[in-house]
């Protein structure tokens, strides 16, 4: 009780505002301590603490709620952190372990659609994973292409995706191959057995919910430039991403991930080569040093297993270049000068090593790399 007055306290007067605002502070020492003195890397780096301020207020004050969930996205073209992936469209919803909700969908064409259940946040302390995992080829779908999802710790009858009793949030992803010809499946989420609107705002709880905003960007912001600097002592190379970070980081099990740190001279083109295996998706994608993926909304920043040109034997050459060599498969720096990487296979058979190398952009052409 005494805690609960305190926090009201802290909104009354002013307090829990004032301690959001250094937060912030606090997460904008980070760029300066942790980047080059590059104006492109430095404002990248301001403007990623925006992107993740308005993230961490959606998440933990406008859609906090697990008595009253609602889907909404967490990251999409402007908004982005922790190797997004340009083919994915990304839905989170808030939920609380000792809860029940149900799911109702319409399938649509996308190529892969799962939803998760996971406890935990990364930047903050205490464990994180995730608690359950579905996916679309698992549910039991009608005719017309509708189906439901039981969400609970309980085992229930039917399509069911369970939960850990700590269980905070519902991570939705959804993996196109062809933006122009997929449709995204359409989800709703309600709570079982009580009332779903929201409740009124509570000061208390609303402290809270802005402290945890704050830490949210400042954690965040570290939390991933860790990986970041762990990759730059092997620039150019891509390494099998650990799997208990990758569950800490909220990560969908049914990704086997290849990370690094890329970083080329203005004359220099870095090869990536592959095999790739029966799987169900693969892509590979650029970032910045913020590990935020390049603009492919406009530049060729990522490829996928649809968009990929291959050799005669199957396997592929990526070429990352600051400029266009004339070859198939190009990814574009989009001017800077360094970033991270990240090469994923999603459900398959095997996980070959992509091989990579640095070499003179104009010696490509005797690379035989024409296909």
Known sequence: ?????????SVVDGTAWRDFCHSLERAGAI???RSQNDPLERAEGFRYLTRMLRCGLERYVE??????????????????????NPDSYYQMASLRG????????????IHYLSLGTYYGDYGRPGRSGCGGLVEASQLEISPDGSFTLQVSQQQKPGNWLPMDPDTTALIVRQNFLDKASEEIAKLTIEIVGQPSSPRPLDAARFAESLRSAGQFVGGTADYFLKWSELWMENPNELREHAVGVKQAAHGDPNIFFYMGYWALQADEALLIEADPPLCDYWNFQLCNHWLESGDYRYY???INQHTAVYHADGSFTLVVAHQNPGLPNWIDTTGHQRGGMGLRWVKAANHPQPRTRVVKLNSLMSQGLSV
């Not at 000792?98 to 064409?109: F, K, N």
Request: proline letters at 8%; one cysteine or more.
């Open 63 to 84: 859609y906090a709620d697990p008595l009253a969930p609602v889907f909404y996205r967490p990251v999409h073209e402007t908004q982005k952190f922790g190797v997004d």
């Open 1 to 9: 009780m005494v805690e609960r007055v305190d926090s009201q306290a």
């Open 31 to 33: 760029v300066l301590e």
């Open 300 to 302: 060729p920043v990522d």
């Open 98 to 109: 000792d809860c029940e909700y149900l799911i109702r969908g319409q399938r649509g064409s």
